[in-house]
């Protein structure tokens, strides 16, 4: 029976942040975790995914793994009733929805933000994983670059890439293009909440390297900053790091703005300085921007850009749908010639094992002209004999009757019986 490829998801669609934060996976984690379903389970191949809105397994076995791999991954974090997070998981058995699941999730059409930019690479990063630890085979392996070229098509075919769709994305945007003519900006990101601290992930992917985090609660900032490389500074130094930085990224949550006109006046601006203010209410004080050399964008702002891409993006869904439909229908095809290839290749070594006997006994009467002769005209009449077989497997898997045609090859030849006298 032919492995047939599957899935298991758990997301921001059917289950809430505190479940899934419990199942999240560091790196090493879903390098664990795959680990033990390649040893454990009957598994041949699989892909792990976490991100802070989903946890999915895909894998290629014959039997439904699902639950098995649900218990393997509450044991990775920890858990101790699986019975709990079973209901909040998408089971997904047939091979063509599977496939076609991990196309929409790389290409961003499952993000919370549609079109998200960095799920692509955390795909990438999830593969990259698989392949170290030998857990992708053919099938994982062609799918994957399928979906890479198909995510290229969609950028370059499309705008469903163009512009920043959410207000981290949008506020980061804004910073690249405010910043553009200085060689190495300062940016100082003071609060981290969940929008700062998405901005601050989404810094990681421009040119700006010297980033510096302020937050009230320091461990935070500090855990946040080690992930991403970055720099901290104790709250209380907050306004000597403002002197510094070019860019003052706010998120402080209060009703009073923290940045007042007469405290900003203080900071003896000697060039310009950017303020963004994603607080509501605001943390930046709308008569900041009175002050020479002081650019204040809040987020109204912000959210006018995200939402013009927003509706971008939107507006090419169905081309982006058409797109992976033919990506889906060309990487099928490939999979149903998958049945047969090793048939195919076994009637070609029955074959040739049946042309060598026959050489054998009489190359000895032949000379070397002869000889060549001789090969050549029976290679081209086994080659003529595969074809046929070839062709009509191809037009049997399209009608779905590839199976039955191959059980047919390998009665009539005795492939399997042949094959294994080759081994030995």
């Known amino acids: 029976m032919q492995s047939q490829f599957k899935a298991i998801s758990i997301s921001y669609k059917n289950a809430p942040l505190s ?11 879903c390098g664990s975790l795959m680990r033990k379903i390649l040893e454990i389970t009957s598994v041949s191949e699989a892909l792990v995914l976490s991100t802070c809105n989903r946890t999915e397994v895909y894998y290629s076995s014959q039997e439904d793994q699902s639950k098995t791999l649900i218990q393997l991954l509450c044991v990775e974090r920890g858990i101790a009733n699986s019975d ?10 047939d091979q063509n929805e599977a496939a076609i699941h991990l196309f929409n999730v790389s290409i961003g059409l499952e993000s919370q933000v549609v079109g998200d930019l960095q799920i692509t690479n955390q795909v990438k990063r999830a593969y990259q994983l698989s392949a170290d630890l030998q857990a992708a085979g053919p099938f994982l392996h062609r799918l994957m670059h399928t979906i890479f070229f198909t995510n290229k098509k969609v950028v370059q075919e499309t705008a469903f890439r163009d512009g920043a769709a959410s207000v981290s994305y949008a506020a980061v945007e804004l910073v690249e293009e405010l910043t553009f003519d200085k060689a190495d900006p300062k940016v100082l990101v003071v609060g981290v909440g969940e929008i700062g601290s998405d901005v601050v992930r989404n810094l990681q992917n421009t040119h700006i390297k010297d980033v510096t985090i302020v937050n009230r609660t320091i461990s935070k900032a500090v855990t946040l900053a080690q992930e991403c490389d970055y720099k901290v500074a104790p709250f209380e130094n907050l306004w000597e790091e403002a002197e510094k930085a070019d860019v003052i990224i706010s998120s402080v949550a209060g009703h009073e703005p923290f940045f007042t006109k007469e405290r900003v006046t203080n900071l003896n601006l000697l060039t310009y300085k950017i303020f963004i203010d994603l607080s509501v209410p605001r943390s930046v004080e709308k008569n900041v921007e009175e002050i020479p050399g002081a650019i204040v964008h809040n987020v109204d702002d912000i959210n006018n850009r995200a939402s013009q891409a927003l509706e971008r993006r939107k507006a090419s869904i169905p081309l982006v749908r058409e797109i992976i439909a033919q990506s889906v229908e060309e990487f099928n095809e490939w999979s149903k010639e998958m049945i047969f290839s090793p048939t195919i ?7 040739e094992q049946i042309r060598q006997e026959e050489l054998s006994r009489y190359m000895k009467q032949l000379n070397e002209k002869e000889t060549e002769k001789v090969e050549m005209i029976t290679r081209n009449m086994m080659n003529k004999i595969i074809k046929l077989p070839v062709l009509q497997l191809k037009a049997a898997c399209k009608r779905g009757e590839a199976e039955t045609l191959v059980d047919l090859l390998n009665d009539l030849f005795n492939l399997e019986a042949n094959a294994e006298q080759a081994e030995k």
């Open 345 to 351: 290749q076994k009637l070609k070594n029955a074959l």
């Open 84 to 93: 709990e997070i079973i209901p909040y998981f998408q089971v997904v058995n």
């Open 19 to 29: 479940i899934r934060e419990q199942i999240s996976l560091d790196e090493k984690e």
